[in-house]
């Protein structure tokens, strides 16, 4: 439970919903003095409860939460809701879907948007894929920490759904970045450009919010640029599984792995604009 889950489970425990976590996350002690019990590990939470939530980094972790030895899946009873909240590939969503589902388990991939601001004010948008029945006994769960909540459709397509976002914020981040890199290289103020830029055509939530941060020099991540690095990989290899090209996806991709490689993956992606200011001799 980091940036993301930290908030959403603290909305669950504020909303009167016992919470089981694990021990060994870095928000335990924090969550524990707020009514979470802590438990040692994946199987000994699944034998308490009947609906279990994931929030992980990427498809490993969340499969192997699932299927490794001495986890989730040695424990969990039919009848069980596993909702993934993590972003991961597709086809890793319907493989375990597929999996619990033999088991007499309903799974949703739901993962999420809306970044830290919209965990810590529970109005994430949330997507989500897998039955309609499971949806709408999620649905009062999903609704104390989001505020968009969707059922995309079938198993999968909460995560295709995510692909998606994350190719529209990485290239719109992108545009900001190079707009205002523009601006500054040319000696214009960039804040009165993107201030002039929300009152036209241009405008977006991400030149609002990220376009500040930029202007701030703002770069605590929100959301890191390696997970967003992630999440493109995850956007590729779906593009290429449906030979479907996404040139704009690579080059976005292109930029934030050369900010990894610069160590800068920790910083917020919006720290894209760091490494356009370089190239440009800024």
């Known amino acids: 439970m980091g940036i993301m889950g930290r908030p959403m489970a603290k909305h669950l425990l504020k909303a009167g919903h016992p919470l089981f976590i694990l021990s060994s996350s870095a928000a335990a ?3 524990k003095k707020e009514g979470a019990v802590l438990l040692e590990t994946p199987a000994a ?6 609906i279990i939530i994931t929030m992980l980094p990427n498809s490993p972790e969340v499969e192997n939460m699932v299927t490794g030895e001495g986890n989730l899946l040695a424990t969990m009873k039919p009848g069980t809701l596993f909702i993934d909240m993590s972003t991961i590939s597709p086809a890793v969503s319907i493989k375990l879907y597929n999996k619990l589902f033999e088991k007499g388990i309903e799974a949703l991939d739901a993962p999420v948007s809306g970044g830290q601001t919209g965990a810590e004010a529970a109005t994430l948008s949330i997507m989500v894929g897998g039955n309609e029945s499971a949806f709408q006994r999620a649905l009062a769960v999903f609704e104390k920490m989001g505020k968009n909540i969707v059922h995309i459709g079938k198993p999968g397509a909460g995560q295709t759904a995510k692909a998606c976002n994350q190719i529209i914020v990485g290239m719109t981040i992108q545009a900001v970045a190079e707009a205002l890199t523009l601006a500054k290289k040319s000696g214009v103020d960039t804040a009165k450009v993107r ?11 991400i030149l609002d919010l990220h376009g500040q941060r930029i ?18 990989g995850i956007a590729l290899q779906t593009g290429k599984d449906l030979l479907v090209p996404l040139p704009g996806s690579a080059v976005v991709a292109s930029q934030m792995d050369a900010m990894i490689v610069e160590g800068q993956g920790d910083l917020d992606h919006s720290a894209l604009a760091l490494h356009l200011e370089s190239v440009s001799g800024l």
């Open 29 to 31: 002690e924090e969550l």
């Open 45 to 50: 939470i699944a034998k308490e409860t009947d």
């Open 195 to 205: 201030t002039a830029l929300l009152g036209g055509f241009a405008q977006s939530k």
């Open 215 to 232: 202007i701030d020099r703002n770069f605590k991540p929100g959301f890191k640029i390696k997970l967003h690095r992630k999440d493109m």
